[in-house]
């Protein structure tokens, strides 16, 4: 089946530190992959996104490759800040087999100054 | 402003009168979706709906309902509503049906049982 494998909150970083969050997935064809950002009392927002093999995905100084050799989709930030404290999932969908999505957990990253 | 709304934002019911929570967008995307997340278990798909008369049971479709007689709305129906159906529901919606794409999503719905 398919599902979403991400690192188990929450974290815990000091402003301008580097940030990797985890995404592993299983998947029974050939899925998109996204990261979406839930900040607090909202709804979830795309952060970035990727649909083939070796793409990179960025957005706000976030980046993520989709390995699909590891099937792995790996958050990271260079330097983060205050702001970037939220709630991150990590999610796929497998386009033409039903178009479903699955989500990971969620992990919670606080950044303090 | 393109959005998705839901309402209500917040629902507290008894077991087993029926209820529904509206879901809207302006955007006229073809895909729309409800969600519940609950602590420890991430978003889970209840439905799915590709377009108007056409719907998909998700991974937790049990306990709840979904029509789509217009293409801007997708309500969630619970008909007798259960203690374990609390939880945080979001409606989302997107582009076309290639699961590509962004899904936008509402503000969330947190629903109590009792």
């Known amino acids: 089946g398919n599902s979403v494998t991400q690192m188990e909150g929450p974290v815990t970083l000091s402003e301008e530190a580097f940030l990797t969050i985890n995404c592993t997935y299983t998947?029974?064809?050939?899925?998109?992959l996204f990261w979406y950002v839930q900040y607090p009392g909202e709804g979830l927002q795309l952060l970035l996104k990727?649909?083939?093999?070796?793409d990179k995905g960025s957005n706000k100084g976030f980046e993520a490759t989709y390995r699909k050799e590891t099937t792995s989709f790996h958050l990271e930030k260079g330097s983060v800040q205050v702001s970037d404290s939220a709630v991150y999932f990590c999610?796929?969908?497998?386009?033409?087999?039903?178009?479903?999505?699955?989500f990971g957990t969620g992990t919670s990253l606080t950044v303090i100054p | 402003e393109a959005q998705v709304t839901q309402n209500p934002r917040y629902l507290i019911t008894v077991t087993g009168k029926k209820l529904t929570v509206t879901c809207s967008q302006n955007?006229?995307?073809?895909?729309m979706s409800w969600y519940r997340q609950d602590p420890g278990l991430g978003l889970r798909q209840i439905y799915y709906?590709?377009?108007?008369?056409?719907?998909d049971k998700g991974d937790v479709p049990e306990g709840y309902k979904v029509s789509r007689k217009e293409k801007r709305n997708f309500p969630l129906i619970l008909e007798s509503p259960s203690p374990n159906q609390t939880s945080l529901y979001f409606c989302?919606?997107?582009?076309?049906?290639?699961?590509?794409?962004?899904?936008?999503f509402g503000p969330g719905t947190r629903l109590t049982v009792t």
């Open positions: 998947a029974t064809g050939y899925p998109s």
């Open positions: 989302a919606s997107s582009r076309g049906t290639s699961g590509r794409a962004e899904q936008y």
């Open positions: 990727a649909t083939k093999a070796d």
């Open positions: 955007m006229n995307h073809e895909y």
């Open positions: 999610a796929l969908s497998v386009p033409d087999t039903g178009n479903q999505f699955y």
């Open positions: 709906s590709m377009n108007v008369e056409v719907t």
